[in-house]
T-cell receptor, first 112, second 111 residues
């Protein structure tokens, strides 16, 4: 199993550009998450999904969108990039609640 | 909303020392996670526990539900243990809506 795979690993965007961060898992996990990690702060939840076709907002959803058309994939879309979205983004998955969480390697995004 | 506090924020120790990292939280939980993050790297789950104590190699995690407190211990520390250690909790509903994270403890083990 590859686990949780995120692409790209690094990206520089100009203000106003859009991009999609890809996340895929091969463990047949129902629950998937997107977090962002800023220096000196704990990870914050952007969006989550408890199964295909179901998504919900987390703590910091503004400026982002997600979709979950399959169990495996949970892409995160940035429509109009802003400098405040400069961060490291982590995708994670779990079988169900109260189980171990598996994280991707992270995507380091810089918006200039 | 649960508040998760870790201490210390930074810790530098010599190889072989016994290390303790603490985590406290403000609201009852269903489970607590200890995670490890190496510089520039991904995040790896070390432990998930809801009561008592767990051990894996040189790592030991304990939790006191009544006191809302957990500790991560590293015995016979080694430079390869240098990393950020993160405490995270699942709410009483089981955490379907994600984990709440502490800010992390940056550990450096010097040879």
């Amino acid at each position: 199993n590859a686990g949780v795979t995120q692409t790209p690993k690094f990206r520089i965007l100009k203000i106003g550009q859009s991009m999609t961060l890809q996340c895929t898992q091969d463990m047949n996990h129902n629950y998937m998450y997107w977090y962002r990690q800023d220096p000196g702060m704990g990870l914050k939840l952007i969006y989550y999904s408890v199964g295909a076709g179901i998504t919900d907002k987390g703590e910091v959803p503004n400026g982002y969108n997600v979709s979950r058309s399959t169990t495996e994939d949970f892409p995160l879309r940035l429509e109009l990039a802003a400098p405040s979205q400069t961060s490291v983004y982590f995708c994670a998955s779990r079988t169900t609640h109260n189980t171990e969480a598996f994280f991707g390697q992270g995507t380091r995004l810089t918006v200039v | 909303k649960n508040e998760v506090e870790q201490s210390p924020q930074n810790l530098t120790a010599q190889e072989g020392e016994f290390i303790t990292i603490n985590c406290s939280y403000s609201v009852g939980i269903s489970a607590l996670h200890w995670l490890q993050q190496h510089p520039g790297g991904g995040i790896v789950s070390l432990f998930m526990l809801s009561s008592g104590k767990k051990k894996h190699g040189r790592l030991i995690a304990t939790i006191n539900i009544q006191e809302k407190h957990s500790s991560l211990h590293i015995t016979a520390s080694h430079p390869r243990d240098s990393a950020v250690y993160i405490c995270a909790v699942s709410g009483r509903g089981g955490g379907a809506d994600g984990l709440t994270f502490g800010k992390g403890t940056h550990l450096i083990i010097q040879p």
